[in-house]
Structure formats: structure tokens, C-alpha cells
């Protein structure tokens, strides 16, 4: 079994910056590809930015040269920097790891969410 961990949510203003970080503990091969999705109240879960074990990073057009997505795969950890944070940055945020559970299992896995949130 995988388990993620997030830290780092919390109250910021407009401007401002967070990191989050997420680890994995458990049982597994490798990691593969390390993303966060973020989910405002009433709307649906969102792509925030990806990074996958060759270190290829894709983002949301909303987030490109504000956030910036790293790994640390001696610590199975996925960091995402914001900066210049803005109100409509507001929301859940979730890792996702998919993980090699086995040589030739792929299974993908989710945070238990953190929460951001960025005042006017």
C-alpha cells in the first residue's frame, strides 16, 4: 500500500507565495509521473502541473510562470512552488503519484488534500 502525504496549504495574500510538498511512504518500485490538481468549491477538479521520472514538467496555462513543479526522488517527494499567488488560486490542492507497484504495475494514487487559500 501507498500512502501520500501533503503539507504546506494555508491563508496567504494576493502576492504572496506557498510550497507544498507531498511524500510517498509505503511499498513500491519507483514513481512515475508526480502531479498536483486543485478543486475550487463548485467546480471540478483542474490539472495544475505534472512532472514526470525524466524530470519533463507540464503546467495549466493559468499557473505557467507563477508556479513551478520539482521532485526529489530519494525522498519520493513532488514540491510545487507558487508565487505570486491570486485569489482565484484558491482551492484543494491534491498530489498524484502513479506508482510501479510491481515491474509491470502502474497505479495511480492521491493525496488527502490540503487547502489554499489566497485573500484579496
Known amino acids: 500500500q501507498v500512502q501520500l502525504v501533503e503539507s504546506g496549504g494555508g491563508l496567504v495574500q494576493a502576492g504572496g507565495s506557498l510550497r507544498l510538498s507531498c511524500a510517498a511512504s509505503?511499498?513500491?518500485?519507483?514513481?512515475?509521473?508526480m502531479g498536483w490538481y486543485r478543486q475550487a468549491p463548485g467546480k471540478q477538479r483542474e490539472l495544475v502541473a505534472t512532472?514526470?521520472?525524466?524530470?519533463?514538467?507540464n503546467y495549466a496555462d493559468s499557473v505557467k510562470g507563477r508556479f513551478t513543479i520539482s521532485r526529489d526522488n530519494a525522498k519520493n517527494t513532488v514540491y510545487l512552488q507558487m508565487n505570486s499567488l491570486k485569489p482565484e488560486d484558491t482551492a484543494v490542492y491534491y498530489c498524484?503519484?502513479?506508482?510501479?507497484?510491481?515491474?509491470?504495475?502502474?497505479?495511480?494514487?492521491w493525496g488527502q488534500g490540503t487547502q489554499v487559500t489566497v485573500s484579496s
Open positions: 509505503g511499498t513500491f518500485f519507483s514513481i512515475n509521473t
Open positions: 498524484n503519484f502513479w506508482v510501479y507497484v510491481s515491474l509491470q504495475t502502474l497505479q495511480g494514487y
Open positions: 512532472i514526470t521520472s525524466g524530470y519533463t514538467t
